[in-house]
Nanobody, 127 residues
């Protein structure tokens, strides 16, 4: 069974940085396309970032473009989300997700397109 475990969330002041990690169990991580989503209180889960199974073609939501960076380390079975210049509007629970079979380069931005999900990590940005 595939498990995704996020870490790295916390409380940070506006303008600060955090790096989220998502460790994925199993031997086939290198074949997974990965995404990050977030959900703020009272709002729907929204797409944040995507990276292909090869670790290329990163794609971002407009709201985080230029501030967040997604990366994938197949040797460590981990995907990262580096978040800089954080804003109070970035406050949310952040989830990583994996798609086990997608080989395309167009970003998967819908939550329904992913097969596996982590439990989430809270990010709170104070003003």
């Amino acid at each position: 069974q595939v498990q995704l475990v996020e870490s790295g969330g916390g409380l940070v002041q506006a303008g600060g940085s955090l790096r989220l990690s998502c460790a994925v169990s199993g031997r086939t991580f290198s074949s997974y396309a990965m995404g990050w989503f977030r959900q703020a209180p009272g709002k729907e889960r929204e797409f944040v970032a995507f990276i292909t199974w090869t670790g290329s073609s990163p794609y971002y939501a407009n709201s985080v473009k230029g501030r967040f960076t997604i990366s994938k380390d197949n040797a460590k079975n981990t995907v990262y989300l580096q978040m800089n210049s954080l804003e109070p509007e970035d406050t949310a629970v952040y989830y990583c997700a994996a798609d086990r079979s997608y080989r395309g380069t167009l970003a998967l931005t819908a939550a329904s397109e992913y097969d596996y999900w982590g439990q989430g990590t809270q990010v709170t940005v104070s003003s």
